[in-house]
């Protein structure tokens, strides 16, 4: 496929490829028929700023659009797991140093898991929930200007919280959300993004389970 705008049934806005990947199509998921991407990791692949020393590894491919100023993007995330941290997540994007993704990862102990990382500057890096199997619902929103709330659900329906936090960015910057895929360790990786939901709009409670 080649590194045009990709337009992604419910995303309403067009997606550009920050950085592209081994190979990349659009899916339709066979139980909701509706639009999807898979997006294939090179060998060696990660998105993180060490928080020890600053090493940077950013070469993992990422799909990009510029969102509303308040918004809701959510996605079922469906990894091929083979090497540790090989993952497909949910990103928000300002800068290189300036970024925070929600992913379906897998553990050392081989145990798919959801996992966070807030980049100001230099990355954190927090374990969540385990995930019973290769998928798994995750979701990027707005809570205020700003800030930013990362969900996960079995279900895609009753949403448990994450992460709530601040990326820091100045008014002015751009903000971009949308897709990676990341292979540190392996060979490579192939994800999944189906069941794409978007919503014009912020959530008002955090912790609401909505």
Same mark, same amino acid.
């Given at each position: 496929?080649?590194?045009?705008?990709?337009?992604?049934?419910?995303?309403?806005?067009?997606?550009?490829? $920050?950085?592209?990947? +081994?190979?990349?199509?659009?899916?339709?998921?066979?139980?909701? *028929?509706?639009?999807?991407?898979?997006?294939?990791?090179?060998? @060696?692949?990660?998105?993180?700023?060490?928080?020890?020393?600053? $090493?940077? =590894?950013? @070469?993992?491919?990422?799909?990009?659009?510029?969102?509303?100023? +308040?918004?809701?993007?959510?996605?079922?995330?469906?990894? +091929?797991? *083979?090497?540790?941290?090989?993952?497909?997540?949910?990103? /928000?994007? /300002?800068?290189?140093?300036?970024?925070?993704? &929600?992913?379906? +990862?897998?553990?050392?102990?081989?145990?798919?898991?959801?996992?966070?990382?807030?980049?100001?500057?230099?990355?954190?890096?927090?374990?969540?929930?385990? &995930?019973?199997?290769?998928?798994?619902?995750?979701?990027?929103? =707005?809570?205020?200007?700003g800030s930013y709330a990362f969900h996960a659900a079995?279900?895609? /329906?009753?949403? @448990?919280?994450?992460?709530? %936090?601040?990326?820091?960015?100045? =008014?002015? $910057?751009?903000?971009?959300?949308?897709?990676?895929? #990341?292979s540190p360790t392996g060979p490579g990786c192939r994800? =999944? %993004?189906? #069941?794409?939901?978007?919503?014009?709009?912020?959530?008002?409670?955090?912790?609401?389970?909505?």
């Open positions: 496929m080649d590194a045009g705008p990709v337009l992604l049934r419910g995303v309403p806005f067009a997606l550009e490829w $920050d950085l592209l990947p +081994e190979h990349w199509e659009p899916v339709v998921s066979p139980t909701a *028929g509706d639009a999807g991407l898979l997006m294939e990791a090179a060998a @060696n692949t990660d998105l993180f700023v060490s928080p020890a020393d600053a $090493d940077a =590894t950013l @070469n993992a491919p990422r799909l990009l659009g510029v969102p509303d100023r +308040e918004f809701q993007l959510s996605a079922l995330v469906e990894v +091929e797991f *083979g090497s540790t941290f090989d993952a497909g997540a949910l990103v /928000v994007w /300002v800068h290189d140093r300036c970024w925070a993704k &929600v992913c379906l +990862e897998y553990s050392p102990a081989g145990q798919p898991m959801v996992v966070s990382v807030v980049t100001r500057d230099r990355s954190d890096d927090a374990n969540s929930t385990d &995930v019973a199997g290769s998928s798994t619902w995750l979701r990027i929103s =707005t809570s205020s200007p079995t279900d895609g /329906v009753h949403w @448990n919280l994450i992460r709530h %936090f601040h990326l820091g960015a100045e =008014t002015a $910057d751009v903000v971009r959300v949308g897709f990676v895929a #990341q994800a =999944t %993004f189906s #069941q794409l939901r978007y919503l014009p709009e912020g959530l008002d409670d955090i912790r609401g389970g909505d």
